[in-house]
């Protein structure tokens, strides 16, 4: 068990985890594939196009036939029948022979290049007369110019979007290999915390997590189930983590404010699992713990909802990053600052701003979660070696309410 | 019915006719609100906190009794009792007494203050001895610090993030007010289209527009329902327009690559409805066509489905943004031009790009769907007044399989 460490480290923690966790295959209905991630290289099935086709409207023919034909000498060929449109070119190609193609129109086998019909002539006795030669494959797409078979069209690893369903629906997959969801369970703890629907006592509070954090990770393309919110207390803790941690591939426990909660959660996942991170050098954020419990990795997450979304956008998403093989970046805008910032010597910390035109104002957390996070347009990090920000600093903003990509 | 029109005004007429389109609102339960958009301002159901609350450990007293208070002169007052965190402080304040209060505590009512428990000494006697005088509302949040009741904490046509389901949480609303989502209709038209199962024969394709518009429009917060491939015939055309545009609040049919289709579409458009706009001066997208039948907007895209695509991701987009009140940028990034790119002298290009570093290289379609975009990143829209561009330009490219924010 790791002492306090830094964000990045406790990222870096995070990753090897998530590369360790292994998630199975599924196949999908190609509706259902935009914004799953595919399991394995798509290789096309068919040369795209399947046939020799013609770019332009003339006659199909073995090229060799054409050759010493000019306006002065055109050569004679024997029209042999002709190519319809969107059917296939039943009849065979011979030498000293010719067809009629329209533009996009099958070669009969046989055939290797089609002369355009602006250097021919029909003679009245059913030749077609060359006036120039055409060399093998001219004016022809041949087989698999678009597409070869066999050819990787999309990667595995690939993060499906819109474009990629249609270059899937082109290549005729109609269903689509996937990997499964990452399954997260997610549970709040503390005896103050109560529902949403309820009006709060003195010193209770609403569970806020439950709901961002679970929104987080669906956006995050996880499978997230809520265990609802439990009371600070061993046996309880511990049947729920055990039963969370069975099934799923990650938890996500969100303590009370109390050190006591810290320390419950700590010990809990000591004597289920291994405790691998205990405290971090972030402000808000100090309380994380990450460790492993059977095969799922478990993240304690501070109690505040600022912190703990931190949180879940840095180490959480790191270990979700890893898992898939796939990047998450946060939009981003620069900005100024609009007033100092005072350094905090050691250990990294969190900003929420709000953003006018390229001006970055702080906001503070004093007065509460929720005039902060409306005021807010977006949260920057500030280095630990950081001497203090002035005034007109150039810093990059992660802007809140955009989602993730 | 307009001639051909550049893009900026085809998108215009795009927004007026969603201007007018208007939804009603539905009430979503929490955990389903994310993605969605809120159909009237929330306001907060009470004050936060509602009550006064100590910032501190110390003792709730009557300002006033702490005047003229100091080391050398302390001031006692009768500790009538204890506030219990978590609890109603169910005692009343009286002139001359104080209570014991811990930090977040609640304020009898009565008093108005919080001296910190070190400028305090017990005197065995049941006194406490003031060592200095506090003001009114030292250390104390008052009713309302974070949030007042009735205090707008969301916007109206607020697209709700994560961030925002928690701060919903965080006020008490379990069931959400949201507008009702964008019902789409899509039609493929095309004697020459088949099903993504089957293996198109020659001069056949398969149906790329159905899935990839469907995901687009799904991503861009619509409902998406599929009418299916219909042939190329007036009668079947018609019907099944009207069929869809009265289930819907937007049709988009993307018709097969010959001009006769545009031409029927065109016409059906008209006879059932108006026809506003009849082709546009882009390259890929000219056969766009943008009408009304009923109470839906009809947009006519293009068969290729790069052109459909990018005329959706301009003109649809448009008019999905009015009907939403929002905006859903592309995500961009600058990059230059590794090689010249020739102008249209008069009409806008799309161009796909595949990027490498910050180098944008143009990749052009000539050999087919598949490749041209699975070998492109991107795609920027070049001027219709630019006299071309030359190598080392800096252009902005629209990130592909990026989704839309």
Redesign the interface.
Known sequence: MLNVITLAEAEAVARSLGERTKLNTTEVP??GA?GRILAEPLR?K?N????RRSTIDGYALFAPDSYGASESSPVPLLITGEVL?????EMKGKKGACVRIPT???LPEGYNAVIPVEYTEEDGFGNCLLSKSVSPLENV?NVG???KEGET??PAG??L??????????????EVPVIKKLKVGVISTG??IV??????????????????L???C??MHCEVTSYGVIADEKTVFTDTLLRAANENDAVLLSGGSSAGTMDLTAETIDAAGDLFVHGVAVKPGKPTLIGRVGNSAVFGLPGH?AAA?FITLSVVKAFIEAVYGIDMPE?TVTARLTEHVSSNHGREEFLCVSLKNSDATPVYGK?????Q??RSDGYLLISRNSEGLAAGTAVTVRL????I?
Chains 1, 2 share one sequence.
Do not use: W
């Open positions: 190609l509706s935009c096309n068919e795209v196009p399947a046939f449109m969107g059917q296939a070119a996009g129109g099958m797409t110019d678009d597409v069209i999309l690939t993060l979007a819109p474009l990629h369903i249609g270059v899937l629906a082109a290549a005729g997959f109609a005896n103050e529902g949403v629907e309820q009006n709060p006592l003195p010193g209770q509070v609403r569970d806020v997590n439950t709901h961002l679970s929104a987080l669906e956006q909802p979304y939009k007065s509460g979660v929720i005039s996070l409306t809140f309410g955009e989602g990509i």
